[in-house]
């Protein structure tokens, strides 16, 4: 079945404390994307990544990293987590970075920083 | 810089009632417009698109017009369920760009 997969669905954490969302896809994607959803913000983009090793910023990249050692992989690193990135996060991948004609959304990962 | 507008919600209608929810945008060129839905405790699907300008996306008795002249990309359905209950969201992607704008998204409560 083909699907974007994140882990974990639900993480509650502390200030300060190192954390990963790890996002799979299995179509061979380009193209893959991380957003948060807000209340009243809809989805803002954090980073995207074209293909391997090309990653690029989005909207509100400041306090996450992410990498793309690998074509299915994107995890998602926040160094130094605070209480202002409790938030839902949504990993989204796509056929090809020129021309985003369909993303394809994980099942989201429910983040609370304490 | 690019942006999409939608409607405050949220939307409560009955059963059978026609729906809009209003889109515009801002973009320069020529994006591609969507119309993502999320239903409760899910990520988001794609509902319809529009890559051209008077283009018309239609899917499960949703359209939406790709009109360039008023920047606008609304949402209609002639007759809603309770299983539309959903939060709509409206986006674009830039003509060449490698980004995704979303909108702040428009709840949609069907009551029988």
């Known amino acids: 079945e083909a699907q974007v997969t994140q882990n974990p669905r639900y993480l509650i954490t502390v200030t300060g404390k190192k954390l990963t969302v790890t996002c799979s896809q299995n179509m061979n994607h380009e193209y893959m994307s991380w957003y948060r959803q807000d209340p009243g913000l809809g989805l803002r983009q954090i980073y995207y990544?074209?293909?391997?090793?090309?990653?690029d910023k989005g909207d509100v990249p400041e306090g996450y990293k992410v990498s793309r050692k690998e074509k299915r992989n994107f995890p998602l690193i926040l160094e130094s987590p605070s209480p202002n990135q409790t938030s839902l996060y949504f990993c989204?991948?796509?056929?090809?970075?020129?021309?985003?004609?369909?993303?394809?959304f994980g099942p989201g990962t429910r983040l609370t920083v304490t | 810089g690019n942006s999409v507008t939608q409607m405050e919600g949220p939307v409560t209608l009955s059963e059978e009632a026609f729906l809009t929810i209003n889109c515009t945008y801002t973009a320069t060129g020529y994006p591609s417009l969507f119309w993502y839905v999320q239903y409760p405790g899910e990520g988001l699907q794609l509902l319809l698109k529009?890559?051209?300008?008077?283009d018309k996306g239609s899917n499960k008795g949703f359209e939406a017009t790709y009109r360039k002249e008023t920047t606008s990309f609304h949402l209609e359905k002639g007759s809603v369920q309770v299983s539309d209950s959903a939060v709509y969201f409206c986006?674009?992607?830039?003509?060449?760009?490698?980004?995704?704008?979303f909108g702040p998204g428009t709840r949609l409560s069907v009551l029988p």
């Open positions: 986006a674009l992607s830039p003509f060449g760009g490698q980004n995704f704008v």
């Open positions: 989204a991948s796509s056929l090809s970075g020129t021309s985003i004609l369909e993303q394809y």
């Open positions: 990544s074209m293909n391997v090793e090309v990653t």
């Open positions: 529009a890559t051209k300008a008077d």
